[in-house]
């Protein structure tokens, strides 16, 4: 259980910050950088889900995949091996990829290339796409120089899929995606 009686700590007024079993780093780190891509990500989502709480399967699925970012954050967070590798597995991934068959059952096969935008939610999952492309390319770079958990990276390149096929969704099933004109508007 998380307990958490003050907020405002001044302990990261030096430029370092915490992780998990207690060590600090400086918070341009590489894995203080992914551990922020994760948040931005989910911040995004939570930002998608609140135009998406009329659609509860959407919804669920939105809070599941904040959740599954906090577990992979707690893996980020907890140095050494004693999480990594242990708690992520390969139902993450099994999970997303069923989402993504789900949603993408009744929306035509892209012709062309598409612009972000459409809807509003359309273009909030645009977003959250593009945030969960950062944070994977924050983590492929961190895998670099460490050895993290083999399903982080995935993971964020199938959040990165689901927004995708989800923005479509929420744009009439593509029927109102923005269609990119080559050279000109």
């Not at 004693?82 to 892209?110: C, F, H, M, Q, W």
Request: proline share 4%.
């Amino acid at each position: 259980m998380v307990k958490l009686d003050r907020i405002v700590t001044r302990g990261g007024d030096g430029g370092e910050t915490s992780l998990a079993d207690g060590s600090r780093l400086r918070k341009d780190q590489p894995r203080i950088q992914c551990l922020g891509g994760l948040d931005e990500t989910n911040t995004a989502i939570g930002l998608l889900r609140v135009v998406c709480a009329d659609l509860p399967e959407i919804d669920r699925l939105l809070a599941r995949i904040q959740n599954d970012l906090f577990d992979l954050g707690a893996d980020l967070a907890t140095p050494g091996t004693e999480r990594r590798g242990s708690a992520l597995t390969e139902d993450y991934l099994i999970k997303l990829d069923e989402a993504a068959v789900s949603l993408n059952a009744t929306i035509a096969p892209l012709r062309r290339f598409i612009l972000p935008g459409g809807t509003e939610a359309a273009a909030r999952a645009h977003l959250a796409r593009a945030t969960a492309r950062r944070a994977e390319r924050d983590l492929v770079a961190l895998s670099a120089v460490e050895t993290i958990s083999p399903v982080l990276i995935p993971y964020m390149n199938r959040v990165s899929d689901v927004m995708f096929i989800l923005a479509r969704r929420l744009n009439d099933n593509g029927k109102a995606d923005t269609v990119w004109v080559p050279g000109g508007g």
